[in-house]
């Protein structure tokens, strides 16, 4: 699996890694049970910090998607209800795209990237202190 990041894009790099694993989950690249490189092996193929790394396999085991074995690696956790996860990735892409549609109107994709990274940050963070 080869993950491509862009440092110029503005979007933080653990996310970039983060959104990529989600991808290539969903997509069947990778499936349950597959083994992630290590954390030190992925921040030099990557050129990044290892800190980096650690923090985006942090929130994909928090997330549920990443089951970490102390000396034994990452593991790619992934939802056995395939076909479930999907249908609801679906409705909720049709709903982002709605929102996004209505927000074009007055603001630019970069001000709505701001908007849904500011709010995602907010709700992450207010969940997890409940």
């Known amino acids: 699996m080869v993950f491509r990041l862009?440092?110029?894009s503005?979007?933080?790099l653990y996310l970039q890694l983060m959104e990529q694993v989600r991808h290539a989950v969903e997509?069947?690249?990778?499936?349950?049970?597959d083994l992630m490189p290590s954390i030190r092996t992925?921040?030099?193929?990557?050129?990044?910090?290892?800190?980096?790394?650690?923090k985006a396999y942090m929130e994909l085991?928090?997330?549920g998607l990443l089951e970490l074995r102390h000396g034994s690696g990452?593991?790619?956790?992934?939802?056995?209800?395939?076909?479930a996860r999907a249908a609801r990735l679906l409705k909720a892409q049709t709903?982002?795209?709605?929102?996004?549609e209505e927000l074009l109107d007055d603001f630019s994709p970069d001000e709505i990237r701001r908007l849904f990274e500011a709010q995602l940050?907010?709700?992450t963070v207010t969940a997890r202190k409940q």
């Open 42 to 54: 992925l921040a030099e193929e990557l050129v990044i910090s290892h800190n980096t790394v650690a």
């Open 61 to 63: 085991q928090h997330e």
């Open 74 to 83: 990452a593991y790619i956790s992934a939802p056995r209800s395939g076909k």
């Open 10 to 12: 503005g979007h933080p």
């Open 6 to 8: 862009n440092p110029a």
């Open 95 to 100: 709903r982002v795209r709605g929102v996004v």
């Open 27 to 33: 997509t069947g690249v990778l499936q349950d049970g």
């Open 121 to 123: 940050i907010h709700s």
